[in-house]
């Protein structure tokens, strides 16, 4: 069964930073692709960053030079830098993974608010 949790989501001020990392359990996270979604109140859920096995990443045009999708050192973490933050990012983030199925973690809250 595979695991995903996500942490670091907290409030942070307009042009600020966060860092979301996300754990996962298991083997086939360092070769399968996986990313992050974002969900806001009243909106669908959708695709902030996406990376392959093979380090290939794809970004919402709305986020590209702000939020960077990276695999850790550790072949089960995955991170998102969030920089350059708009209110307009505030939204539950998850952390996926495809691998025959999808898979979701629970997800972090980032508020971004004055």
């Known amino acids: 069964q595979v695991q995903l949790v996500e942490s670091g989501g907290d409030l942070a001020q307009p042009g600020g930073s966060l860092r979301l990392s996300c754990e996962a359990s298991?083997?086939?996270?360092?070769?399968?692709?996986v990313g992050w979604y974002r969900q806001a109140p009243g909106k669908q859920r959708e695709l902030v960053a996406r990376i392959t096995g093979s380090s290939s990443t794809i970004s919402a045009d709305s986020v590209k030079g702000r939020f960077t999708i990276s695999r850790g050192n550790a072949k089960n973490t995955m991170y998102l830098q969030l920089n350059s933050l708009k209110p307009a990012a505030s939204a539950v983030y998850s952390c996926?993974?495809?691998?025959?199925?999808?898979?979701w973690g629970h997800g972090t809250l980032v508020t971004v608010s004055s």
């Open positions: 298991g083997t086939i996270f360092s070769i399968a692709t």
């Open positions: 996926s993974m495809f691998w025959g199925q999808a898979y």
